[in-house]
């Protein structure tokens, strides 16, 4: 049989290209041909409609809304997880034969501007909102990336008073590295102003498509200028797309029809979400903001030791899935409160994160015996992918056996976090890995963390492993003894 399918995950790095490996080589393996649009950061090939055409049915393995989803009209679809194509590619093949054998009939064609939502209209509202907000974070990582990055350098070039230089507008000496360093901070620093609204407007997008970018926008923007901070930017982004969503279920004159999603929705969105963000909910959720920030600074001892802990057992416990992703967004909204707790969560989160591939990569080189061949080889990739702090890395290894490996990461990374948190470790970095290290506060305690970390996720999977084989030598030495009459 043939098959396409779409694949894409919040990032775009990791889960996205490893799910259409799978999915490609379960197809080899089966017999079947698949042909694989993977929606990723690096941007996609789209299918061909020859390809679509020839399909028996479609496969879509991700956990954003699908791009051109309108292109399979007519065609049976199998939705799934993208980690489903991952960890069970085989059963997502069953699945789709399933539906092939009874193919729905063609959908009526789509008329007006507007388009699809970004989730189905049938899923629960668990998913819904998980998707809604997995597509927020996902257009906020690139924001994240360049402006944090930016302000990292800024600091490596001239140290942390360049957040005091001039404004570049006003003074700027191209022939000094100071001034190169204080331009970079503030084109950094621009950058991270538009993180919340950002995330506001694509999460309203998710919710209720383009109409509602703008009232998003909006809300996230008052949300940075009342303090509100990422929480009100979420509640901003929900409000915008839910009064949207309401705005579509009145019906108008077909003679108005054309310019409700062009004007009418964005301006009546804008001015509802505005009204509720600055008069009703904004001024509290602020003021929750503020004490936030406030208990982050004020951590210390075993208060901090717990929070380092906690977010060391996120970071392992989905390898960049939603869990991860909160625990990460947790600690880059931080970032833009400069405040030392704040800093100290970053470093945490980061060394974290980097652990769970840095061990599976190690248990895998010091004890080849108890990793197939091809688990062996993702471990010579996990080095740098975990030196490089994208946690993902470890997935093969938990795919193959989550039951021993997942409680082994999350014990390494619950360990690292703690540390770090307790040797007070900062980072002003959001991302780098072990590339960023001259930018980190304490470096040497935080290379301790990490190696500590490290080592107890290595032992706990290698022993594990270790308890399974020797039940299966004694399951086969049993089985093979004769039995008396």
């Known amino acids: 049989m043939k098959f396409v399918a779409i694949t894409a995950c919040p990032t775009g790095i990791a889960h996205t290209y490893m799910a259409a490996e799978s999915l490609e080589q379960t197809a080899k393996a089966n017999g079947d041909t698949i042909v694989v649009e993977t929606q990723g950061s690096a941007g996609s090939e789209p299918l061909s409609a020859a390809d679509i055409a020839e399909a028996d049915a479609v496969i879509f393995a991700a956990d954003l809304a699908v791009q051109g989803r309108e292109r399979f009209d007519g065609k049976p679809i199998v939705e799934a997880p993208v980690k489903a194509a991952i960890n069970d590619a085989a059963g997502l093949f069953a699945q789709a034969k399933a539906a092939a054998a009874n193919p729905p009939a063609a959908s009526p064609a789509k008329t007006g501007p507007e388009l699809a939502t970004k989730v189905g209209e049938h899923d629960r509202l668990g998913t819904r909102i998980r998707q809604w907000l997995m597509t927020g974070v996902s257009y906020l990582i690139p924001f994240v990336a360049a402006g944090g990055l930016l302000i990292a350098v800024s600091f490596a070039l001239g140290g942390y008073q360049v957040a005091n230089a001039p404004k570049v507008t006003e003074h700027f000496d191209a022939g000094s590295v100071a001034g190169w360093a204080a331009l970079m901070f503030q084109i950094g620093s621009v950058a991270f102003q538009f993180l919340v609204p950002v995330l506001a407007g694509f999460i309203a997008f998710a919710m209720a ?90 951590l210390s001892g075993t208060s901090a030791v717990l929070l380092g802990a906690l977010l060391g057992l996120m970071m392992a416990f989905d390898m960049g899935g939603p869990v991860n992703k909160a625990a990460y967004a947790f600690a880059v909204g931080g970032l833009t409160t400069g405040s030392a707790g704040s800093l100290q969560i970053m470093a945490a989160v980061m060394a974290a994160g980097m652990v769970p591939p840095l061990a599976l990569a190690l248990a895998s080189t010091v004890r080849k015996k108890l990793f197939t061949a091809a688990e062996r080889e993702n471990g010579r990739a996990a080095w740098l992918l975990g030196a490089s ?50 930018l980190i506060g304490n470096p040497l305690l935080f290379l301790v963390a990490l190696v500590a970390g490290t080592l107890v996720a290595t032992a706990s999977v290698i022993l594990l492993k270790q308890v399974r084989s020797r039940s299966a030598d004694e399951t086969a030495v049993v089985s093979a003894q004769p039995i008396n009459a």
């Open 209 to 298: 498509d383009r109409p509602a970018i703008a009232p998003g926008f909006v809300g996230g923007a008052i949300s940075v200028a009342i303090g509100a901070g990422f929480l009100g930017g979420l509640v901003a982004g929900l409000f915008a797309g839910g009064v949207v969503l309401a705005l579509k279920k009145i019906r108008v004159p077909k003679a108005m029809r054309g310019i409700m999603p062009v004007v009418v929705y964005p301006l009546l969105g804008s001015v509802v979400v505005g009204v509720l963000m600055y008069v009703v909910v904004g001024k509290p959720i602020a003021i929750a903001t503020t004490g936030l920030t406030h208990w982050l600074n004020s």
């Open 389 to 438: 702090f994208i946690t993902e890395g470890a997935i093969p290894f938990a795919a193959a056996d989550p039951f021993r490996v997942i409680p082994s990461i999350m014990f390494g990374s619950a360990v690292t976090g703690a540390l770090s948190m307790a040797f007070g470790t900062t980072l002003r970095a959001p991302h780098g890995g072990i590339f960023v290290l001259p």
